[in-house]
Every structure is written in C-alpha cells, then in structure tokens.
C-alpha cells in the first residue's frame, strides 16, 4: 500500500522532516505537489468551488488544500492499486502502527474511507459503531459524528473513483467533505470509520506555522455573513443531534475517546 503525501514546493522543510519519518517507517509514498494559494489566481478557483454550502465562503487555502486532496485521489486511482493512504505534510505516525500503512490485507471489506488520525484535542470523543479489532489494540468502527480533519487516512479504489466522479464543484473543505456527516451527504455515502486509538495526528514540529490560517483570518470579521454564516453551521451541526442520542442511548453507538489506551490483542498485522 502506497502513501501520497501532499506537499507544497516552497515547504521543502516540510517535505525533508516527512520523508525521514516515513522512510525510517518503511512506508513508500509519493509526493503529491500540492496548490499554492500565494501563487494561484482566484479567477481559476472560483469556477470550481460554491459560496453557498453549509459552512459559506470557503477561504483560499481552505479551496488549494482540497484541490491537492483530488490530486492526490487522482493519482491513487490511476495506480490500480486497491487502498492508498493520504497524508497531510504535518503529520506524526505512531511508529508501533506502521505496518498498518504498508499492507492492506487487514482491512475489512467495505471499509472504504478510514480515518486514522485524531484532530482535536486529546480528549476528544466520537460517535462509533459496528466497531471491530484489528490486532495490536486497534479497533475500528464507523463513525456516526463529525470528526473532522484530513491529514492521515486510508482510502480504498472504490471511494477515489467515487469522489472523482462527484465531486465537480466544491461545497465544502475537503475535511468535512470526508468525514462531517452533519454537513456532507457524500461523507453519508461513504460511510467513513475511525481507527481508534488514532495512530497520527498533526504536529507543529514536523510543520511548523500552518499555511492555511492566514486565509481564514478575513472571513472572521464580525458582520452580518458572519452571523448568516453561523447561524447555518449551528443548524447543520445540530441536525443530526436528535439521531445520535437516540443511538447512544439505544447502546447501539458508542462515544470513544480517539485517543483511549491501547490494550493488547491478537495482532492482525505484522512487521
């Protein structure tokens, strides 16, 4: 299983802290060199992306980071191969869990889009369910609640050529696009899951000052898009609210913690 590690030519610093880590790991990948928001013109943006999704104006960056996540879809596909990983250039992988990214032969059928990061604090919980062990203290298990952040996951062949096809026009950052069931219905589509414990996470030593932020400044200023835009987040983070609980309490869901302790099974996997 091939890695694509998306990675914009003037971070080479980025690029020389990813590739030491992943080859240290034993994980072959490919660069995939990612949309400059400093260098491309807004002009050629616009056309491929809508201001009126859930969360509104999409920032620059946020459009250039999505655009290399298709590129990086597109690649994969025309590989052949099965199942690839995607990574972000900021990323941290657990060393114990790097056979997982070099064979995919664990992966359950119909597992086409697995998260294996955890975005958010280290507290942070999710809605999971129909959850099973991959060996070494991992399960993983669909998820049923936003859980957003797209800088490590597996995808299978069938969710790239899905996404390629769909996906013409942007409404949303590539993240909630995957895995924001509030907001998404192609993340509904895909049925994404989650690996817990998570087995990366971005980190500011390995990428430093994020290229990304910069963009989002300007659509924080407090005015009536601001509230419009708000207000219409709130409704699509609530929405499904109502269905979660009832799964909670049903116990057919359960809330995890992304980052719970690992417990030793049987590994599924080896080195």
Request: a neutral charge.
């Amino acid at each position: 299983m091939r890695a694509y590690l998306i990675n914009l030519e003037r971070r080479s610093d980025r690029l020389r802290k990813m590739t030491d880590q992943l080859n240290a790991l034993g994980i072959p990948f490919e660069r995939v060199d990612a949309l400059d928001a400093r260098s491309i013109a807004d002009a050629e943006l616009a056309r491929q992306f809508r201001d009126d999704g859930p969360l509104g104006v999409i920032p620059k960056g946020d459009k250039c980071c999505a655009l290399s996540h298709a590129l990086a879809w597109q690649a994969f596909a025309r590989s052949g191969e099965s199942h690839a990983v995607i990574l972000e250039d900021d990323v941290a992988i657990d060393a114990t869990a790097a056979p997982l990214l070099r064979d995919d032969a664990w992966i359950p059928p119909g597992v086409d889009l697995l998260k294996l990061e955890r975005y958010g604090p280290p507290s942070q919980r999710v809605l999971i369910d129909e959850r099973v062990d991959i060996g070494n203290g991992r399960k993983i298990g669909r998820l049923r609640s936003r859980h957003t952040g797209a800088a490590a996951y597996i995808m299978s062949r069938r969710a790239a050529l899905t996404l390629n096809e769909q996906v013409d026009c942007w409404w949303l950052p590539v993240d909630h696009l995957l895995f924001n069931l509030n907001n998404s219905p192609l993340a509904e589509r895909l049925r994404p899951h989650q690996m817990t414990p998570a087995i990366a996470h971005q980190s500011p030593t390995l990428g430093g000052r994020t290229d990304i932020e910069e963009w989002r400044i300007g659509l924080r200023r407090f005015d009536w898009h601001y509230v419009k835009r708000e207000i219409v987040r709130a409704y699509f983070e609530l929405r499904l609210l109502p269905a979660q609980i009832m799964r909670w309490a049903r116990q057919e869901s359960t809330l995890v913690r992304v980052d719970e302790p690992v417990t030793a099974s049987a590994p599924l996997v080896s080195d």
